[in-house]
C-alpha cells in the first residue's frame, strides 16, 4: 500500500461528489430494514453495533447518487459493472441483503477497518484491493480501475453503510459464523445426495444455479463455468460448508446440521470450476490452508 492510495481513499468522501457527477447512474431506491439484531452475550465489548442506515439519510447530489450506483453494482453487478464481471454471481451472493445481514458478510463497518493486513497477500491491503479480490476471485473478472465510477459507487456504498460506526471498530456480526469441523471427514457422496435433496431445487441440479432478469441470477450457480473461481473464499471447505450451515436453505439457516453441511460442501467445492491465474502469488510467506484448492 502507497502513501498515495491511503490518501486517495481518505479524500474520497469529499472528492467523490465532483469525479462522479457527470458518470453516475440514478437508480431506484431498494430499501434496507435499519433494525439491529440482538447483541449476543458473547460478543467482544468493543465491538460496535450493527445497524444499517436508514434510506432517507443517502445524502442528496451527486454523493448519493454514488452510494446509489454502488449498491446497485452490488446487488448486480452484470448490469451495473458489466465490463469486470466474468459469471452470474453478484456481491449479494456471499454478503447477504445488501451486505447488511449480521454473520452474513455485513459491509457496514468495512470503511473504518481497512487499511488491515491479508495473510493471503502476506500484505497491507486498501478496502480498494478488498473489493478487487471479490471480482477478480468470487466473479471471476477483473479489477475496477481505481479512479473508476464504479469502484468510487462501491466505496460511497461501504462508507454510507459505515456511519455511525467507530473508526477502527469491527461490528458484532462481522463476517461469516464458522462452523467446527465434525471429527471425520466430510463425505462427498453422500453430500451429493443430500445436495439433491436440499439444494437443487433453487441452485439446480447440475449446480447451474436458477437464472434471473438483467443478467443477474436469482440463486446463484455453485459450480461450473459461471461460478465463483478457485481463488474465491467459497472454494475452501470451511467457508462453503460454514455459509451453508448458517444461512441454507434459503431462509432456514441452521436447519442442516453440520455434518450434512460439511457433506454438501465438500460435495460442491469439488465439482469443476474456473482456475485463478493469480494463485501462485497467494500465502507467499506459506500457512497456505490446508482446505485451499490449489
Not at 471480482?135 to 466505496?155: H, T, Y
Not at 465439482?271 to 501462485?280: L, M, Q, T, V
Amino acid at each position: 500500500m502507497t502513501c498515495e492510495s491511503l490518501a486517495r481513499r481518505l479524500a474520497l468522501v469529499g472528492a467523490i461528489a465532483a469525479a462522479v457527477a457527470a458518470e453516475s447512474v440514478l437508480v431506484s431506491a431498494q430499501p434496507i430494514p435499519s433494525s439491529s439484531p440482538p447483541v449476543p452475550p458473547s460478543a467482544r465489548a468493543d465491538s460496535a453495533r450493527l445497524h444499517a442506515p436508514a434510506e432517507s439519510t443517502i445524502p442528496p447530489g451527486p454523493l448519493g447518487e454514488a452510494v446509489r450506483l454502488g449498491r446497485n453494482i452490488f446487488n448486480n453487478p452484470n448490469a451495473y459493472a458489466k465490463a469486470y464481471v466474468g459469471n452470474g454471481l453478484t456481491c449479494s451472493n456471499c454478503h447477504i441483503n445488501g451486505g447488511t445481514q449480521a454473520w452474513g458478510g455485513p459491509i457496514i463497518g468495512v470503511w473504518g477497518v481497512f487499511p488491515a493486513y491479508s495473510e493471503r497477500s502476506s500484505s497491507v491491503e486498501t478496502l480498494e484491493d478488498r473489493l478487487n479480490d471479490c471480482f477478480v476471485r468470487s466473479m471471476n473478472g477483473q479489477p475496477l480501475p481505481l479512479g473508476s465510477a464504479e469502484m468510487k459507487g462501491l466505496l460511497a456504498y461501504a462508507w454510507w453503510l459505515s456511519a455511525g460506526v467507530p473508526t477502527g471498530k469491527s461490528v458484532v456480526g462481522r463476517g461469516f459464523e464458522r462452523a467446527t469441523p465434525p471429527s471425520t471427514p466430510p463425505d462427498p457422496v453422500r453430500g451429493k445426495a443430500l445436495f439433491a435433496a436440499k439444494c437443487a431445487a433453487c441452485h439446480g441440479v447440475n449446480g447451474q444455479g436458477t437464472p434471473g432478469a438483467n443478467g443477474a441470477y436469482l440463486f446463484p450457480p455453485l459450480w461450473g463455468p459461471d461460478s465463483f473461481n478457485l481463488g474465491a473464499g467459497m472454494a475452501r471447505l470451511v467457508t462453503a460448508a460454514s455459509f451453508v450451515q448458517t444461512k441454507m436453505p434459503l431462509g432456514a439457516g441452521g436447519s442442516l446440521s453440520v455434518r450434512d453441511a460439511y457433506d454438501v460442501a465438500a460435495y460442491f467445492t469439488r465439482e469443476p470450476r474456473p482456475d485463478f491465474a493469480g494463485s501462485k502469488d497467494d500465502w507467499p510467506k506459506g500457512g497456505k490452508p490446508a482446505d485451499t484448492r490449489y
